[in-house]
């Protein structure tokens, strides 16, 4: 078994954004640059803490691979003369690659018959390899902010304080970042600040030597022991799973202490005080077994040591500032309803070239009105205006300004305090959600109010459109107004609450309120949306292309889009009969595969079947067939009862379309015979795919 290495990168405390960079790329990067020097290895292994970035690489290969090419050199009637003896051009060429004659091949080339030699490339032990990948990997990884400290000019998120690098048990030595690399590695900056050697690469190893010293190394046991702590010490349950990762980030062993603050603070919002406590100290608000926030707070220290006394009164001291700000922003801006708020709104910029926030709530107002009659809710289009008047009001609010995070929720609670409906309140409170685009949409639907999500489509629909329309589409990894969480939250939102309506019919409506802003026109813009929808869909699905379920998407995508509720619904229907009941998938996509191969390389438009030209009594008893049968599958179609009419259109045509392509040619030399056999299959193919799937598309269907 080859040797494994360990790498320990130690530095000055790494800003959290930092962390999440090297847990989100580290491996891919490490494992790439091994790759592409020829070295073969295990599994890649990386943790990382405040002050520590760690890579263990499993099952490292003690040297490159050999490398083999072939070289061509002149063509073979010019490498020999007459007498078959090596030409000048022959002799320089051996000259240039140190070949000797004898290792001359001939082999065949495009420019003809040609002389080659095979080069092998010798490879360089990893040991020595290694002082010029550790750099290349910790250059390659993509932080946002670095800084130069010392004369070499390296650049990393923090200053380099000591670095670790074996190699089973040899000791890889060589300066980087103004330190020599070595054994050497450093415990707990406060309660084991004494350094201490690394005898080998051994992962076992070293995680328990890290642990003598107070250094858990792992996150995910870090976020454990948090868990552990807030459920059993501290009997809390509800607590803010995000909150636990950023804590984790912030410390090498988790220990946790309880703190107070004034009850008369109780009486703000809970989203309030909990955010307080997130933002400025990574505390966690506590609540009792109710559920209801109680004015207890528990810190993530960073180990546990004497003088917690003296820490409790500097986090209380701490948050009682805090509080006090937040319980003067509630007083100031509850002076006056959140209607007079949104007069305001005129003195905000939405983007750029789309006018002001003022604008978009008018926008809104228009749009809402729209979805509320295309999918089939006008007895909410009174609450959903109100919505519209109110859901950006909060953002000239001094709660917001303190706390941007909060926008939305802070509108929620200001509308209850000026009595606002609850209806319309709650929805102002869940217009940005989901807030992360990896929540079940199952979830989801349980969480939020229909209400709520039929204005956050709106929102998202104003704003998409609106971009898309100035030409701020994505490009690349660049997103800056984040346009592919908010076609992600439509899609989101559709796949919960299936609520069914044209998306073209509402992006026009969207499209004609920004008037002369937008520089596309409908026709333009729309199929653009319709494209970045459609890639929104396989996300929310999660296909891989190539996969049988990403086919059977596209297929139903290609029917048609329009109605992304629909599109949910027929995709979930064919994926379960293709695993439940797959002869009964298999039949119908066998039927739509054989009539569309026909069409495929059909260019002349065709007409009605014409029962005259018929020559052949299969041509009029599957003509009869459809005339009998099509009514009845129309109406599967028409209640969507897609299920019904896959089970009963493959059942149908499967062994009748299979005896008439045995018995009946259809390209026939005689153009009009040809063109009605071409629109009979037509006719079959689009009995399905105008309405659930063109299955044509499928790559793997077994029967």
């Known amino acids: 078994m080859a040797p494994s290495a360990l790498i320990e990168i130690g530095t000055e405390e790494l800003p959290l954004d930092a962390i999440e960079i090297f847990y989100t790329h580290a491996a891919g990067v490490t494992e790439s640059l091994l790759k592409k020097n020829r070295l073969t290895f295990g599994k890649v ?10 890579f263990f690489i499993e099952d490292l290969a003690v040297g490159q691979a050999e490398e083999k090419s072939i070289v061509t ?4 009637d010019k490498a020999f003369d ?3 003896k090596p030409t000048p051009a022959l002799e320089g060429f051996l000259k240039a690659h140190g070949a000797k004659p004898e290792k001359i091949k001939i082999q065949e080339s495009p420019r003809g018959r040609v002389v080659a030699i095979e080069k092998i490339r010798k490879g360089e032990p990893t040991a020595k390899l290694l002082p010029r990948l550790v750099p290349e990997i910790l250059a390659g990884l993509p932080f946002r902010k670095t800084m130069r400290w010392e004369k070499s000019g390296f650049r990393f998120p923090r200053p380099v304080q000591w670095g670790v690098v074996l190699f089973g048990k040899k000791v890889i030595s060589f300066s980087m970042a103004g330190v020599k690399t070595g054994r050497v590695s450093a415990g707990h900056r406060f309660l084991a600040p004494q350094g201490f050697s690394v005898s080998r690469a051994d992962w076992t190893e070293y995680e328990k030597r890290l642990r003598q010293r107070h250094i858990l190394l792992g996150r995910e046991d870090r976020e454990k022991r948090i868990c552990q702590e807030l459920e059993k010490k501290f009997r809390q349950k509800n607590y803010d799973p995000d909150l636990v990762r950023e804590a984790a980030g912030l410390v090498e062993e988790p220990f946790l202490l309880q703190g107070k ?3 008369t603070y109780r009486d703000l919002p809970e989203e309030v005080l909990a955010t307080c406590m997130k933002k400025h100290q990574k505390i966690f608000a506590c609540r009792d077994e109710k559920g209801a926030l109680v004015n207890r707070f528990v810190a993530v220290l960073n180990g546990g040591r004497s003088g917690l006394a003296g820490i409790r009164r500097d986090f209380e001291n701490v948050l009682e500032s805090r509080l006090r700000d937040a319980q003067y922003f509630y007083d100031e801006d509850t002076k006056e309803p959140l209607e007079k708020k949104a007069a305001r709104l005129g003195e905000l910029v939405f983007i750029g070239k789309l006018g002001t926030v ?3 709530t008018e926008r809104l107002r228009g749009l809402v009105r729209e979805l509320a ?3 089939g809710r006008p007895e909410w289009e009174k609450n959903l205006d109100r919505v519209a008047q109110l859901a950006k009001a909060d953002l000239t609010t001094q709660m917001v300004g303190e706390f941007p995070e909060l926008q939305g929720r802070v509108g929620r609670e200001y509308a209850r305090e000026a009595g606002e409906p609850s209806e319309v309140a709650r929805a102002i409170g869940e217009q940005y959600l ?3 685009l990896s929540e079940g949409h199952q979830v989801l639907a349980k969480r939020l109010s229909p209400m709520g999500a039929l204005f956050g489509i709106a929102d998202r629909i104003d704003l998409l459109t609106g971009a898309f329309g100035v030409r701020l589409e994505p490009t690349g990894s660049e997103d800056p107004y984040a346009l592919r969480r908010a076609a992600g939250s439509v899609v989101k939102l559709l796949r919960a609450f299936s609520f069914r309506f044209s998306l073209a019919a509402l992006v026009q409506k969207s499209h004609s309120l920004y008037r002369e802003k937008s520089e596309l026109s409908f026709e333009e813009l729309f199929p653009k949306l319709a494209e970045f929808f459609k890639a929104r869909a396989v996300f929310e699905l999660e296909l891989k292309p190539g996969t049988r379920n990403y086919e059977i998407l596209q297929g139903v995508m290609k029917s048609s889009f329009d109605d992304l509720a629909d599109v949910f619904d027929r995709f979930e229907m064919l994926e379960r009969l293709s695993v439940k009941q797959p002869e009964v998938f298999f039949k119908t996509s ?10 495929k390389g059909v260019k002349e438009p065709l007409g009605p079947v014409d029962p005259g030209l018929f020559q052949d009594p299969l041509e009029k008893g599957l003509f009869e067939m459809i005339e009998k049968k099509e009514p009845g599958l129309r109406g599967f179609t028409e209640k969507k009862d897609y299920e019904g009419l896959t089970r009963a259109y493959g059942e149908i045509f499967f062994d009748p379309l299979h005896e008439f392509f045995d018995r009946v040619m259809i390209n026939v030399d005689n153009a009009s015979v040809r063109r009605n056999r071409q629109a009979l299959m037509r006719r079959i193919n689009r009995l399905y795919t105008d309405g659930v799937a063109d299955l044509s598309l499928l790559t793997q269907v077994k029967e």
């Open 45 to 54: 292994r990386t943790e990382a803490t405040p002050r520590r970035l760690v």
């Open 73 to 76: 050199g002149p063509a073979h």
């Open 82 to 84: 007459a007498a078959g």
């Open 261 to 263: 603050f004034s009850g």
């Open 358 to 360: 003022a604008e978009r």
């Open 373 to 375: 009659a295309l999918s």
């Open 434 to 436: 989901p807030k992360n």
């Open 590 to 599: 066998k039927v739509v595969e054989r009539t569309g191969n026909i069409l």
